[in-house]
């Protein structure tokens, strides 16, 4: 399981990016991208994602 970039809504801020435990966000174009491999939904290392609580605009960090 992992969470994914809606890349049409991503502004390319890269507050998600430093946030990850797992370095699992990079950027890729103008957006950032979340590598599946690397995502954990930050399960024991955060109460909730982590990147879906920083980022501004409202349901671009969502479950895959
Ligand atoms: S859910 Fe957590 S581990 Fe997955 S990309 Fe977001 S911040 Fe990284
Ligand atoms: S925090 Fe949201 S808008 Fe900013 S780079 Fe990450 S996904 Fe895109």
Redesign the pocket.
Known sequence: M??KIIASQCTGCSA?EF????A??SMKGDTFV?DPKK????EGQ?DG???AEVCPVPKT?VKA
């Open positions: 992992a969470y998600c946030e990850c435990p797992n699992a966000i979340i995502c954990t939904e930050c955060n994602a982590k990147c960090c």
